[in-house]
C-alpha cells in the first residue's frame, strides 16, 4: 500500500469554495487574503492600551464590524461574478483539499480557487490547484486537489483555520466527556 508523506494537518469542514478552471496552473491566484481587510487583533488591543475612552472603544470596534459585513456583501458579489463554479470543501490542509460540486471536472484539470474560511468579517484565501483524484463517497464524487500555487499569506491562513477548527473538535470533545 502507498504511504503519502504529510507535512500537514487536516480536517474535515464545510466551507464554500467558487471556482474557475483554468490552463496555468503556475500562475498567482487573482484573489488573496491580502486583498481583504482581516481585522488585527492586535490593533484592537492597541486601541485598549490607548487613552481613549472604553465607550468609543466599543463604538470604534461596533462600526468596524458593521464596515467589514458591508465589504464582506460587496467582496462576495465580486467573487460570484468571477468564479462562477461552485463548490463546498470537504476536509482542507496546507498541501491540498476534498470538494464536492455539482460540476463535473477531469483528473489533471487545473483549477483556480476562492475559499470563504469565514463570512463575517471576511476571511478569503485563494489558490490555483490541480484536481489529482476523485472519490466516491456515498454515490457522490469527491475531487481531491493538491496546490499548484499558492501564496505564503494564504497558505499560512489555511493552516490557522485547520489548527482552529482541530481545537474547536477537541473542546467539544472534552465537554461531551466532562459528567454533567
Known amino acids: 500500500m502507498k504511504t503519502q508523506d504529510r507535512k500537514y494537518s487536516r480536517v474535515n469542514t464545510r466551507i464554500k469554495a467558487y471556482m474557475r478552471r483554468t490552463v496555468f496552473d503556475d500562475s498567482l491566484p487573482l484573489f488573496s487574503s491580502t486583498l481583504v481587510g482581516d481585522t488585527d487583533d492586535h490593533a484592537v488591543k492597541n486601541l485598549y492600551g490607548s487613552h481613549l475612552p472604553r465607550e468609543l472603544i466599543n463604538f470604534l470596534q461596533q462600526m468596524d464590524e458593521k464596515v467589514n459585513m458591508i465589504l464582506s456583501l460587496i467582496n462576495r458579489e465580486t467573487i460570484q461574478a468571477d468564479f462562477p ?27 483556480e480557487m476562492v475559499l470563504l474560511l469565514s463570512q463575517v468579517p471576511l476571511r478569503i484565501v485563494g489558490m490555483v490547484g490541480r484536481i489529482h483524484r476523485c472519490e466516491k463517497v456515498k ?42
Not at 150 to 179: S, T
Open 139 to 180: 454515490g457522490v464524487p469527491v475531487w481531491a486537489v493538491q496546490y499548484a500555487s499558492i501564496r505564503d499569506v494564504d497558505r499560512e491562513k489555511i493552516v490557522q483555520f485547520v489548527f482552529q477548527e482541530q481545537r474547536e473538535h477537541i473542546r467539544g470533545r472534552k465537554n461531551e466527556d466532562e459528567p454533567g
Open 85 to 111: 463554479l461552485q463548490g463546498e470543501v470537504l476536509e482542507i490542509s496546507g498541501a491540498g483539499l476534498k470538494f464536492t460540486s455539482q460540476e463535473d471536472f477531469e483528473e489533471g484539470e487545473s483549477m
